[in-house]
C-alpha cells in the first residue's frame, strides 16, 4: 500500500531540514547554517496513531549551489512536488516574505496538490502576528512553529494527518534487506543506486562530494522491499573541508553500522587508497557482511585481468578476504542486478541459524584434525567442549573451553576459515567467542 508523501519545500535556510528532524524526532538530514547543504530528496517515515506518511526535505530552492549543482537540486524538488499529496510550503518569518517566496509559490501554483503554509523561526508567540503578510501567496494563513524548538510541532502534524484524512496510510511492507553503499568520492554510488532503482533518485554529477547527508531510497525488487542507502564520499580526515564533511563521515559509518549488506565501491580506474584501507577496517570491525564492488571496470579492463585484481584486493585489504568480488559498470547498468542477487545472497548467509548439532559436528570435525591449536607451557592444550549460536547477521558463536586465554587470535582465525568450508557461510564475517567451561 502506497503511503502518502507530504514535501518540504522553500528556499535556503528557512529550516526545511531542521522541521524534517524535528517530526521525525531524530538526527537524519545535515543541519547547518551554510545555506544549500541538502540536495538530494531525504525521506522518513513518520507514524501517528498507527497511520503514516513519508515526509521528504528537498533542497533549498534558488539557491546559487557552489558545486553547480543547482540545475539538479531544482530538478529533484521538482520530482518531489509531482509525487507529493501535500506540500509544506516553509518560510522564514524573521526575513519577512521575499521575491524567492512568491517564485516558489508560482511555481506551487502550477500543481494541483494541497498545501500548507508553514511559516517557521517564530520563537515566541510575539512574532506570531508579523505571519499576516504571507497570506498574500495564496494559499491562506501560515502556521506559526520553531522547528528548532519543536514549538507548535504537534499542532502541524495533527494538520498534516487531517489534510489525508481521505488518503490510505497503512504501515508500509518492512525491508527484507537494508543496503549501504560506502566507498571514497567519485566512485559512483550514487550513479550505482540509480542504475538499482531505475529511476534519476539521487544527484550525480562528475563534481567530487556531491552526495552530503545518508539518503535512504526504498524500492521493489521480485516483490521484496529493499532500502538501499546512497552515503556521502569519503576522504581523508585531515583533507575533510568543513563541518558538514565531518558530519557526512559520521553518517558513512552510522549507515555502515544499521546496514544488513554492505556494498563497498571502489574505483577501478585509481589506485586503492588509505581511505579504502580505512573503510575497510571499519566494516571488518563491525563484522558487516559485505560485498566490494568494482565500479568503472569498463574504463580498467584493458590494462588487468579479474584474477589478478582479486589478488591486488586481498593483499591490500586482507580483513575483507571473506567478502565476494563483483565488477560494474553503473554508467551502463552493467552487472548492477547481480550485485543486487548476490546481496541477498550474503544475506541470506549471514542470517542462517545453523542446527547445534551441525554446528557441534563442524567442531569436532575441526577437532580432530588437530591443527593450528598450540600447547602453551603449564597450561596445556586449547580443549572445545561445545558451542552454541547466539546471533545472526553477524553470525555469533561461543565456545564453552577450558581456558579461553589458550584461543589465541591466529588459531581463532584457523577455525573460522574452517567453519566457511564446512558451513554454508562462507562469505560472511563470523564472530567467535570463548567462554571458560564450569562443570
Partial sequence: MAVPIVAIIGRPNVGKSSLLNALAGEMISIVEPTAGVTRDRISTLIEKNGRYIELVDTGGYGIVDSDQLSGHIEGQIRQAIESANLILFMVD????????????????????VEIIGVANKADTAKMFPTAGEFTKLGFGEFLCISAANNLNKSVLLDKVFEKLTALESTRPAQPVMKIAIVGKRNAGKSTLVNAMVGSERVIVSEMPGTTRDAVDVRFEKDGKTIVVIDTAGIRKKNKMADSIEFYSYVRVTRSIHRADVVLFLIDATVPVSQVDKKLARFITEEYKS?????????LAKETT????????????????KYAPIAFTTATEAKN?????????QVFKQTTTWIPTAKLNKAFEIIKDERVGATKRTGKGWPKIYYVTQLAVNPITILMFVNNPQLFEENYRR??????????????VPIRLLARSHRK
Fill in 93 to 112: 518569518i524573521r526575513d519577512g516574505l521575499v521575491p524567492l517566496d512568491k517564485q516558489i509559490a508560482q511555481l506551487l501554483r502550477k500543481h494541483n
Fill in 290 to 298: 559485505c560485498i566490494i564492488v568494482i565500479n568503472k571496470w569498463d
Fill in 305 to 320: 585481468v579479474t584474477g589478478d585484481y582479486e589478488d591486488y584486493l586481498t593483499k591490500l585489504l586482507p580483513g575483507l
Fill in 336 to 344: 548492477v542486478q547481480s550485485v543486487l542477487d548476490l546481496a541477498a
Fill in 414 to 427: 584457523f577455525i573460522i576459515g574452517r567453519l566457511k568450508s564446512i558451513l554454508p557461510i562462507a562469505e
